[in-house]
């Protein structure tokens, strides 16, 4: 068992075993660092398997919840029915808007996503007789699947760590499979590849795809968790984090996601205690892990044991 | 609606249109200079703003050495991110997407500091030439915003000449385009990018000290301003100052249109629509055979 491996399955069996030891208010902070999880798994396969930085995240994410809240609220559909609509409409307009954009590469492709990250903010606040704009959509139901409600902390902690922890294992196969190696050679030689007879544009907007439906289902999640979805949920800033998921850990490794998602929601908690300084402290995190550490945190004990060994 | 009324907006379009500019501008210089994106050139204008009002208001200074400030702090960030960021990233040949998120990243720490040291508060600074304004054709235009157009062309023909005849502006652009050939003939490479820093500091900070007065500067304005600036450059051809302009007359005079003809919320979506079909269909920009890399 490789070393990589045998830090899984721990963390797995940690995880499982966090709601029985940890206070409500940290069970609430572990839920949403799942939902991170599966928003980053995906802004992680397009950064670390293509080389690509979508930074419209944060819209993919605001097409589940709305999806979710205007189905169950004013449609009366049920839960199920919404997210799949949600990763469903997540899924056509990834489509429609990777199809011309992903022909643009690198910086132009970035601000192109932010582009359409700003452009996404401003219809959910400006189209209010679908979102409800500022004051938002509340009072979703809890999430059941087949009788069986998700309605407490708990509950719901196992929902959205199983999910995200299965997806986890599907892009680890498809990472290691014919399709990440594909995806991995487009980031490192297109040309070449391009030569070997892969269709890079039809690869790139398969991912993007993906991406896409792993946010709108992230945010499905969060609107039933929350029951309440408004615009302030969906901002750029929001995208920035999903982005700094993947950066944080490493982006070429997907499990990197966990403890990227991790740090995303419990060091801003603890730099808190800093007052308001705790945002800048986060940012500087950032430029540091960006300037300093190409692999990530999780590479850093490898580097360290490099340093020392020479 | 009458034809004041879409006059009077045009005039307002273009003087944001000359904003745009500048900070496309800017960035073109370090597009020039690096081959690096600015996804933080917002901030710099931010900065610039922010220092001014506060010499100002806080420290009583007059407006000459609160200008001159805010520039300086422009200047010295854009220096100081060369020389702590971006070398050491140069030194490993770091990909172009980790420069991204470099500038991502700063973004989000000068945002979260001018927070921190500034507070949530919009500011306004006084214009050039007092508070009056004139009369064109019946509609009216700040003295301040003539001021700032007079200022902008300014700038992009000081670029021209600077980058056309003296020999730093030549030593930069060569050490950006082939950095090996650049070294050969003694130009020192990492110098020539701290000044491209620098440079491109200070053109974002005057955008931001200029702008102050008509639009009240705050700490998350940054990235909005970025993206204009941004979508200025691409119609431009991305590595030409005079094209920035041009891309910032369009972007500006197409919000102004926006704000008459839709409402004033859908005014960025048509900016930055613009931005990206044009980043699609025409990629060397409204000027044609720029060359760009990277898409």
Known sequence: ?310 | MTMTLVWQSLLAGLANSFIYAMVGIGIAVIYKGTRIVNAMQGDFAVIGGMTAVFALSSWGLPYPVGFALGILAGTATGWLIDRFCVRPMMRRNAEEDAFLLLTIGLAFTIGAAVLYFAGRDAHLLPGLGGSGSVQIFGAFMPVHAIWLIVISLAVVFGLWAFYRWSIIGLSMIAASISADGAETNGIDVSRMRGYTFALGGAIGALAGILVTPLIAVSYQMGLGITLKGFAAAILGGLANPLGAVIGGLVIGVSEAMAVVGLSSGYKDVVALGIMLIMMVLMPNGLLGHAGRKGG
């Open chain 1, 1 to 310: 068992m490789s070393r990589l491996s045998l830090w899984i399955v721990l963390s797995v069996l940690a995880i499982c075993a966090l709601p029985f030891v940890l206070e409500r208010h940290s069970t609430e902070l572990m839920i949403f660092a799942a939902f991170y999880a599966i928003a980053g798994l995906g802004v992680g396969l397009l950064l670390g398997q293509c080389g690509i930085v979508n930074l419209a995240q944060a819209f993919f994410y605001g097409i589940g919840a709305y999806a979710s809240a205007y189905g169950t609220v004013v449609l009366g559909w049920t839960p199920a029915l919404g997210m799949l609509v949600g990763v469903g409409v997540a899924g056509l307009i990834a489509l429609a808007i990777g199809w011309p954009i992903l022909k643009l590469t690198g910086f132009f492709l970035a601000l192109a996503t932010l582009g359409i990250g700003i452009i996404g903010t401003i219809l959910f606040f400006e189209w209010d007789w679908l979102t409800g704009g500022t004051l938002g959509i509340g009072g979703l139901p809890p999430l059941s699947i087949a009788g069986f409600a998700f309605d407490t902390p708990d509950r719901f902690y196992f929902l959205a760590w199983g999910v995200a922890l299965g997806l986890l294992w599907l892009a680890h196969n498809l990472t290691n499979g014919r399709p990440g190696l594909a995806m991995r050679a487009v980031r490192d030689a297109a040309p070449a590849v391009e030569g070997l007879g892969v269709d890079i544009h039809g690869l790139r907007i398969k991912v993007f795809v993906i991406c896409a439906m792993l946010g709108a289902l992230a945010g499905s999640l969060f609107a039933h968790y929350v029951s309440y979805v408004s615009v302030e949920s969906f901002t750029v800033q929001r995208s920035i984090v999903f982005l700094l998921i993947p950066v944080i850990a490493g982006p070429r490794v997907v499990w990197g996601v966990v403890p990227g998602a991790l740090f995303v929601t419990l060091v801003p908690e603890w730099l808190t205690g800093f007052g308001d300084i705790h945002q800048m402290l986060f940012g500087l995190v950032l430029v540091v892990v960006v300037t300093l550490l190409p692999e990530g945190l999780t590479g850093l004990p490898a580097r360290l044991g490099r340093r020392v060994t020479r």
